[in-house]
């Protein structure tokens, strides 16, 4: 059997982890069978430190742009590995409505001075897609 799984933080993570060798094991011995087990752990889940999406939805408002929060996902990117050792925050920047097919506006002009405020003003890790 083969899969792939993604979680939010790293409690969750070792739990399902565990839980997957528990219960391909208990199911091989309950018909038994033997079961050989290979996880491959992939980046952990991207996860934004509150302080710095604060810090950028405040330079945001400075630039009369609009900001939107996500909810947190199970996001899986190498930027990650750096939020395990730096508060981080990962940014998607873009212009339009999300409705709409429009790619570029007069907005887009802002998106360099919005980047270089938070690299004057920020010390912590931060990444752009």
Known sequence: ???TFRTCDKE???LVSRRLK???ESTANAYGATVEIELEKGPPSTNN???LAQFCNKICQELNLKSIYTEPTAVGE???YYQEELKGIMIWLGVGALSSSIIYSEQISLL???I???LKR???TCSFC
């Open 1 to 3: 059997m083969e899969g």
């Open 12 to 14: 969750s993570r070792d």
């Open 22 to 24: 528990e219960i391909a």
């Open 49 to 51: 430190d509150k302080e």
């Open 78 to 80: 190498d930027f990650a």
């Open 112 to 114: 360099p001075k919005f």
């Open 116 to 118: 270089l405020k938070i």
């Open 122 to 124: 920020s010390t912590s």
